[in-house]
């Protein structure tokens, strides 16, 4: 193979004649350096795919990293709102509790129990053996399965208390509606029940209730708890006082001075309802007390000797 040089400038040329080995050279040059070049553009892009890769993985972990953040944030927000919910859900039941101390302490009033029996304005007795080193810890789970506990027996020694209330305020009730006793604070019967002779005729006459004689003025009291139906002047019985106590009974105060409740009006048992007098057909200062069952009239007698349920 030949090679011819020209000069330009002297405008002569000159050949060289290349042997085998040098046109292997020659050949390995004219494509080596090409190939070269290629091999090293791809050696470049694959450094700057690779760079471009890691830049994407930390901008990707920088992100999570972000948001785990975020989420933490999150989640420690969510627990001191729980704590707060907590914190207020104990608060609450520390409320009930002290309202159910001062409904067993109004209970055990109500009830006239032995003094130590029950005491609300004290914790509970407990106690117990030492349970030596073992100790434990509680978790959010743990502490609040433990207030939902304590809550339910919140609520049934509530509910029990309350039931317990309505039972004692029935017997209450019971017991103020139960006619006893007298119509008075002060006095004395005058009169019984039953055949006497007339104050004014001295002709034999039917007495339909029993006189407490005393001291003008003085308190005139209802036996037993009920609603005023009438008050007024009756004839022969002046000033009077009629209260329907349920169950078909019914009293009535007569000869008062003034009465001090009217129509209507719900009165308490040894409530006073009239001032001691002497209206109608009287001889002195005097109450005329009478009781009627169904509409008939019964010897208040016996009423007035009853005690307590």
């Known amino acids: 193979m030949k090679v011819i040089l020209i000069n330009r400038k002297h405008g002569g040329s000159r ?17 080596g350096l090409p190939l070269g070049m290629v091999g090293v553009g791809y050696m470049l ?16 972990l920088q992100d999570e990293l972000e948001q785990q953040e975020k989420d933490l944030v999150a989640l420690q927000a ?11 859900n104990v608060s609450e039941m520390q409320a009930r509790m002290t ?50 506990l304590f ?29 006893s006793g007298r119509p008075i604070e002060k006095g004395w019967i005058s009169s019984y029940y039953g055949k006497r002779n007339d104050p004014f005729t001295g002709k034999p006459s039917f007495h339909h209730g029993v006189d407490f004689a005393g001291k003008e003025g003085s ?9 005023v139906t009438w008050t007024g002047s009756k004839s022969g019985y002046g000033e009077t006082i009629e209260i329907s106590h349920g169950d078909g009974f019914v009293t009535r105060y007569a000869h008062n001075k003034e009465s001090l409740v009217s129509p209507g009006d719900v009165v308490r048992k040894g409530q006073a309802i009239g001032l001691m007098g ?3 057909r009287s001889t002195g200062a005097h109450v005329h007390y009478e009781v ?10 016996s009423y007035i000797r009853r005690t307590r349920r």
């Open 278 to 280: 002497s209206t109608g």
């Open 219 to 227: 308190n005139v009291i209802a036996v037993a708890s009920g609603v």
């Open 78 to 88: 969510q627990a001191e709102r729980k704590m707060a919910a907590m914190t207020r």
């Open 15 to 31: 050949s060289i004649e290349l042997g085998r080995w040098s046109r292997a050279l020659l050949s390995l040059c004219c494509l």
């Open 151 to 179: 809550q339910a027996r919140v609520e049934d020694r509530e509910q029990q208390l309350e039931i317990l209330e309505t039972l004692l305020s029935n017997r209450k009730l019971d017991e103020q509606s139960w006619l």
């Open 292 to 301: 009627y069952k169904h509409g008939r009239s019964v010897d208040p007698s």
């Open 99 to 148: 309202r159910l101390d001062a409904l067993g302490q109004h209970l055990t009033a109500m009830a006239d129990l032995e003094e130590g029996e029950f005491d609300f304005s004290q914790p509970p007795a407990v106690g117990g053996p030492l349970g030596g080193e073992f100790s434990v810890e509680y978790n959010t789970s743990d502490l609040m399965a433990e207030l939902g």
């Open 45 to 60: 892009g694959q450094d700057s795919e690779a760079n471009t890769m890691r830049e994407v993985a930390l901008d990707r």
